[in-house]
């Protein structure tokens, strides 16, 4: 007999899980299907940061504080533990101090700060060297991305009884059925989260969308013991590539300088966010840098490049590199949110920026909803 579901989830990372989510939470049998034996796409390999500053003022804000504020409640009640909160973007030029000042002032950051000079080397320690002001925003908060999505899938089978089918590759919708690589499985509604494969399920729809992937490589460090940081922190390379700051003063004589100082970094995709974990070590990235199929090496001189800023903002280089990755992700130039619906009971989600986990559960709830809205 055909297993019978109202919601089918195509892909087990955080978009998935947050689909599941929002369906089960409105009383809805949702089964999840992943092809591979746990999630082990970008939302393992990711910094784990969820983000509210920097956002789009409008829809992405609101997904981005609504989510966080989702992310808070399943740290709770899945058991995962917060690693810390808080943003600091270090402004290490005038030009980012302008813009991220200017933007701590503006409406969608309430909240934040721009502390000056004397008052970030006294608030913040930690940072070194000439500083032209920090930004800081209370809101985000950091979870170890590779032992949550375990963990928020246990708790969503366990808590919320939705159905996971591992190693189960889904190969087509055909209107309320799935075929998988197990079988076929009915549902009344499915949302495809499939991350960077823009091939398996609505390629041809998929390749109209001007979609590539972005591969990034992260670094895990060690500073002496004792070293902490003071919730995540980011420099000025950050600061070009938050639509939230776009048209602020500041911004585009930031992007000239960084081109003409720091042009390996902005060839490369590089910035520096740094976060850290219970044990003392520290997640660091990143680059970008965007093919169809990217290679699966590690760049030694992209690391140099990420660790050259992280020296820059510490003082030092850490000790230790404990462990290097690379991950990828979902890019789009102008849609940093995809949701099509191919058929009426049918939606494909693809975060096309490098923040997707961080607006996951808004994005999740706001499908769920549309989906089944007649309903
Ligand atoms: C190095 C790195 C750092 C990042 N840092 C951050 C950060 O700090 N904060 C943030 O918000 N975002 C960050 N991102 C971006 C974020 O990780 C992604 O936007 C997000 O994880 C995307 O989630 P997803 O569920 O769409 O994709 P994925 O996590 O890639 O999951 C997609 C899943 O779908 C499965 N799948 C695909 N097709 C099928 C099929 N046909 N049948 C069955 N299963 C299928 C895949 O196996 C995969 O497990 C980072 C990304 C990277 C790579």
Same mark, same amino acid.
């Not at 087990?12 to 049998?29: N, V």
């Not at 746990?38 to 390999?45: C, E, F, P, Q």
């Not at 059925?177 to 998929?206: I, N, W």
């Given at each position: 007999?055909?297993?019978?579901?109202?919601?089918?989830?195509?892909?087990?990372?955080?978009?998935?899980?947050?689909? *599941?989510?929002? &369906? =089960?939470?409105?009383?809805? $049998?949702?089964?999840?299907?992943? +092809? /591979?034996?746990? @999630?082990?796409?970008? %939302?393992?390999?990711?910094?784990?940061?969820?983000?509210? *500053?920097?956002? &789009? =003022?409008?829809?992405?804000? $609101?997904?981005?504080?609504?989510? +966080? /504020?989702?992310? @808070?409640?399943?740290? %709770?009640?899945?058991?995962?533990?917060?690693?810390?909160?808080?943003?600091?973007?270090?402004?290490?030029?005038?030009?980012?101090?302008?813009?991220?000042?200017?933007?701590? @002032?503006?409406?969608?950051?309430?909240?934040?700060?721009?502390?000056?000079?004397?008052?970030?080397?006294?608030?913040?320690?930690?940072?070194?060297?000439?500083?032209?002001?920090?930004?800081?925003?209370?809101?985000?908060?950091?979870?170890?991305?590779?032992?949550?999505?375990?963990?928020?899938?246990?708790?969503?089978?366990?808590?919320?009884?939705?159905?996971?089918?591992?190693?189960?590759?889904?190969?087509?919708?055909?209107?309320?059925?799935?075929?998988?690589?197990?079988?076929?499985?009915?549902?009344?509604?499915?949302?495809?989260?499939?991350?960077?494969?823009?091939?398996?399920?609505?390629?041809?729809?998929?390749?109209?969308?001007?979609?590539?992937?972005?591969?990034?490589?992260?670094?895990?460090?060690?500073?002496?013991?004792?070293?902490?940081?003071?919730?995540?922190?980011?420099?000025?390379?950050?600061?070009?590539?938050?639509?939230?700051?776009?048209?602020?003063?500041?911004?585009?004589?930031?992007?000239?300088?960084?081109?003409?100082?720091?042009?390996?970094?902005?060839?490369?995709?590089?910035?520096?966010?740094?976060?850290?974990?219970?044990?003392?070590?520290?997640?660091?990235?990143?680059?970008?840098?965007?093919?169809?199929?990217?290679?699966?090496?590690?760049?030694?001189?992209?690391?140099?490049?990420?660790?050259?800023?992280?020296?820059?903002?510490?003082?030092?280089?850490?000790?230790?590199?404990?462990?290097?990755?690379?991950?990828?992700?979902?890019?789009?130039?102008?849609?940093?949110?995809?949701?099509?619906?191919?058929?009426?009971?049918?939606?494909?989600?693809?975060?096309?920026?490098?923040?997707?986990?961080?607006?996951?559960?808004?994005?999740?709830?706001?499908?769920?909803?549309?989906?089944?809205?007649?309903?």
């Amino acid at each position: 007999m055909t297993e019978n579901y109202d919601l089918a989830v195509v892909g087990g990372g955080i978009l998935g899980l947050a689909h *599941a989510l929002a &369906a =089960a939470r409105s009383g809805r $049998r949702v089964v999840v299907f992943e +092809r /591979d034996a746990r @999630a082990n796409g970008a %939302s393992v390999r990711m910094s784990g940061l969820v983000t509210v *500053a920097g956002h &789009a =003022a409008g829809g992405a804000t $609101r997904r981005a504080k609504r989510s +966080r /504020d989702v992310w @808070a409640e399943v740290c %709770s009640q899945a058991g995962l533990r917060i690693e810390h909160e808080g943003l600091s973007i270090v402004a290490r030029r005038a030009e980012a101090a302008t813009a991220l000042e200017a933007y701590a @002032a503006t409406e969608p950051a309430p909240g934040c700060a721009f502390y000056r000079p004397d008052d970030a080397h006294a608030l913040f320690p930690q940072f070194r060297g000439d500083i032209a002001g920090v930004f800081w925003s209370p809101d985000e908060i950091r979870v170890e991305a590779k032992s949550a999505l375990p963990k928020i899938a246990a708790w969503l089978e366990d808590t919320h009884d939705v159905a996971f089918r591992w190693e189960t590759a889904v190969t087509a919708i055909e209107g309320d059925v799935l075929r998988t690589s197990r079988g076929p499985v009915s549902a009344q509604a499915v949302v495809v989260c499939p991350g960077d494969d823009f091939r398996t399920l609505y390629g041809e729809r998929l390749a109209a969308a001007g979609l590539t992937r972005a591969k990034s490589q992260m670094l895990r460090v060690r500073y002496e013991e004792g070293f902490e940081l003071p919730g995540a922190v980011a420099t000025d390379l950050s600061v070009p590539r938050m639509p939230g700051l776009e048209g602020l003063d500041g911004v585009e004589a930031l992007r000239a300088r960084l081109e003409a100082e720091q042009p390996e970094h902005i060839q490369h995709g590089v910035v520096m966010l740094a976060s850290q974990s219970a044990d003392g070590s520290l997640v660091v990235g990143s680059s970008r840098t965007l093919e169809a199929t990217p290679d699966p090496f590690q760049s030694q001189a992209i690391d140099d490049l990420i660790l050259e800023e992280l020296a820059a903002v510490f003082g030092k280089r850490p000790k230790q590199i404990l462990s290097r990755w690379t991950g990828t992700y979902a890019f789009s130039v102008d849609r940093p949110l995809f949701v099509e619906a191919p058929e009426d009971n049918v939606r494909v989600v693809i975060a096309g920026a490098g923040a997707g986990a961080s607006a996951a559960f808004a994005i999740g709830e706001d499908v769920v909803a549309d989906l089944f809205k007649a309903g």
